[in-house]
């Protein structure tokens, strides 16, 4: 599978496939990022967008396997 970083239509038309482990690695990094950026309480009352811990459980469910 080809790990698309870009919006750019010739890169992606042309992009070679990646190994699992550096697809894993890439969502590791997002999740880690996304943990640093979020709080911990949901910004509606509606519990409608993701939060901290949100990313917390999708972090470690990605880390047990």
Request: glycine residues 0%; charged residues 20%.
């Amino acid at each position: 599978v080809p790990l698309i970083l870009t919006s750019d239509y010739r890169q992606n038309a042309s992009a070679a496939s990646n190994t699992p482990e550096e697809i894993l690695t890439q969502i590791l990094t997002d999740l880690q990022t996304a943990e640093s950026l979020l709080s911990e309480a949901y910004p509606q009352q509606e519990r409608t967008t993701v939060n901290r811990y949100a990313v917390k459980a999708l972090l470690a469910r990605i880390q047990h396997c």
